[in-house]
T-cell receptor, first 111, second 118 residues
Framework: DQQVKQNSPSLSVQEGRISILNCDYTNSMFDYFLWYKKYPAEGPTFLISISSIKDKNEDGRFTVFLNKSAKHLSLHIVPSQPGDSAVYFC??????????FGTGTSLTVIP | DAMVIQNPRYQVTQFGKPVTLSCSQT?????MYWYQQKSSQAPKLLFH???????NEADTPDNFQSRRPNTSFCFLDIRSPGLGDAAMYLC?????????????????FGPGTRLTVL
């Protein structure tokens, strides 16, 4: 049973506009949330994270929002750049090094 | 400057023939993970090591085993690969940054090994 869901397999955005990637989870015990970015032929690389005690974390163009009541996580990229085109995975952590990943959203930023 | 290295990048094996995938790290991280990712699916955690302490996920088949002879290396052994085991296998590492709060730091992934079973 998929505990982390990314319902949009793909997203296209114009360069300079905002990209919003969404993630839903089912387990309220998750205490840490992460976003990874993956280019073809490479492993996922860490992008940004948020603890369950926060509702927002910002790092440059990337902001992650956490809505615990809705069990919803989102990643905002502003402004989007062509180099942001990649597959984005959200991941959640259960205490004890158990990580659960979503299926990924493929983002294409159109120049 | 590679930090998490996986060898080989592509592995072809025959149905039922044991295969070993290798992962090494230069980060000196305590924790090492193995994930299986099938096409269009989420990476699925198989197991992880915290130092020498092995932690198996409840639904990981017995066909999958792991060894960690030292901090730097971790191996994934598939004893009798089936067609359904064809996938990308990802190795990752992390360190515990806060006392008693393991895994709050990010995971660093290798490029993966794509396994084909004929």
């Amino acid at each position: 049973d998929q505990q982390v869901k990314q319902n949009s397999p793909s997203l296209s955005v114009q360069e300079g506009r905002i990209s919003i990637l969404n993630c839903d989870y089912t387990n309220s015990m998750f205490d840490y949330f992460l976003w990874y970015k993956k280019y073809p032929a490479e492993g996922p690389t860490f992008l940004i994270s948020i603890s369950s005690i926060k509702d927002k974390n910002e790092d440059g163009r990337f902001t992650v929002f956490l809505n615990k009541s809705a069990k919803h996580l989102s990643l905002h990229i502003v402004p989007s750049q062509p180099g942001d085109s990649a597959v984005y995975f959200c991941a959640t952590r259960l205490t004890g090094n158990q990580f659960y990943f979503g299926t990924g959203t493929s983002l294409t930023v159109i120049p | 400057d590679a930090m998490v290295i996986q060898n080989p990048r592509y592995q072809v094996t025959q149905f039922g023939k044991p295969v070993t995938l290798s992962c090494s790290q230069t980060l000196n991280h305590n924790v090492m993970y193995w994930y299986q990712q099938k096409s269009s699916q989420a990476p699925k955690l198989l197991f992880h090591y915290y130092d020498k302490d092995f932690n198996n996920e409840a639904d990981t088949p017995d066909n999958f085993q792991s060894r960690r002879p030292n901090t730097s290396f971790c191996f994934l052994d598939i004893r009798s690969p089936g067609l359904g085991d064809a996938a990308m296998y990802l190795c990752a590492t992390s360190r515990d940054t806060l006392a008693g709060v393991i895994g709050t730091d990010t995971q660093y992934f290798g490029p993966g090994t794509r396994l084909t079973v004929l």
